[in-house]
């Protein structure tokens, strides 16, 4: 076949350079309530250990305070990110509070590999007694560390949490994220959407 005439190959060129480029994937803005709601548990408690298995990190929580799920004295998690966006992380000794989910039955792949496997987070469950693995929700968001400061326990929030963002004072120099609020006040925000009905779906 001849060649591609000159002409011919820069209108080709032009095309694809006006063509839209693809969407970065990203998180999208969650509110605090929904936050809450689509949390499985929700619990205070302090890392008392992480370990590997394979590509996936685990820890295990020391449970202080349960305001949703089950009241358990430990739990573990999947303590690292499993896709792209995901910054779910843990250091021992931290003190969190901690909104999980439990694993999809149906988006269970038994086969796959890589960080957040069945078969990683099975060698984890043993090595940290723990009879499953919670996800932290909406890609590592759902986890907000606790800490003192000056004016009392603070308990920072991701800046992708829209109504958790509205409000929040940038005053602690401690915080990674900067946006933090006194843990009373979030623990008292949390029980008080969890006592009243949810809005049906689609309002």
């Not at 309530?33 to 590509?55: C, N, P, Q, S, Y």
């Not at 295990?60 to 358990?72: F, H, K, N, P, Q």
């Not at 723990?130 to 968001?141: E, K, M």
């Not at 991701?158 to 006194?182: A, F, M």
Request: glycine share 8%; proline share 6%.
């Amino acid at each position: 076949m001849a060649a591609m005439r000159t002409p011919a190959r820069w209108t080709l060129l032009l095309a694809l350079a006006a063509l839209p480029a693809a969407s970065p994937v990203k998180v999208g803005t969650i509110s605090f309530e929904v936050l809450v709601r689509k949390a499985d548990a929700i619990v205070v408690g302090t890392v008392e250990r992480v370990a590997v298995a394979g590509e996936t990190r685990g820890a295990r929580l020391r449970v202080e305070e349960t305001l949703a799920g089950d009241s358990v004295k430990a739990l573990a998690f999947v303590a690292c990110g499993t896709w792209t966006c995901d910054i779910t992380t843990a250091e021992t000794g931290e003190r969190v509070l901690l909104f999980l989910r439990r694993p999809s039955a149906e988006k269970e792949e038994p086969g796959r590999t890589g960080p957040g496997s069945l078969a990683d987070r099975a060698a984890l469950a043993e090595d940290l007694q723990a009879g499953s693995l919670h996800f932290v929700c909406h890609s590592g968001r759902g986890r907000m560390p606790v800490h003192a400061t000056e004016t009392g326990v603070h308990v920072q929030a991701y800046g992708d949490n829209e109504e958790l963002r509205e409000g929040w004072p940038d005053s602690c120099t401690t915080c990674t994220w900067r946006h933090d609020k006194p843990l009373p006040d979030v623990l008292a925000s949390i029980r008080s959407i969890l006592a009243k009905p949810a809005e049906p779906a689609g309002r």
